[in-house]
């Protein structure tokens, strides 16, 4: 606290007065980044179109323009080293971002891919196979260097396929239960 106290040229007590401890100021600096993180990769969010299919894929290519992102790089090496002495920081990274994603697709899936509420598909399910699916695949392949535009968009592709074939299958299935 004393070097950022300084680094801000503000004294220790201020510092404390507005955190009252390292967490909250870690906390503080993360919640803050992630906004920044947020409003950046949702700047062209006002162009999604209403089909899911390629709303999917829009998604997709906001998440990995978003892993190359060095300001998503550090800030995901700082939680992950920090988890272990700051816990709660993990779970703030966690709920504003992996949750919050998560939700943002899921409504989308409920509501473009016109699922059934007595359905066999889970939203929240499709949408976890989604990021989890091209988020992992990503960190796996970049750690032996970059990964090219053309080959993540052949993957995360073949992840929206997946799940729009989920859903058209759900679709079918549901349609001949009715008409039988």
């Not at 919050?100 to 499709?126: C, K, M």
Request: charged content about 25%.
């Amino acid at each position: 606290m004393d070097a950022v106290a300084a680094a801000a040229h503000i004294s220790k007590g201020t510092l404390y007065a507005r955190y009252r401890s390292k967490e909250a100021l870690f906390r503080a600096v993360i919640e803050d980044l992630f906004a920044k993180l947020s409003a950046r990769a949702g700047e062209r969010d006002h162009l999604l179109p209403n089909d899911l299919e390629k709303r999917l894929r829009h998604y997709a290519k906001i998440l990995i323009s978003v892993s190359r992102w060095q300001e998503y790089i550090i800030a995901t090496r700082l939680v992950n080293n920090a988890a272990h002495a700051f816990p709660e920081i993990a779970s703030v990274w966690h709920d504003r971002g992996t949750r919050q994603y998560v939700t943002l697709i899921a409504e989308d899936i409920d509501r473009l891919g016109a699922l059934a509420a007595e359905g066999n598909i889970d939203p929240v399910f499709l949408a976890n196979l989604f990021l989890q699916g091209i988020a992992g695949w990503y960190r796996s392949e970049s750690v032996n260097g970059p990964v090219n535009e053309a080959e993540a968009e052949a993957y995360s592709d073949k992840v929206v396929r997946v799940i729009m074939t989920a859903i058209h299958s759900q679709k079918m299935t549901q349609s001949r239960t009715i008409g039988a």
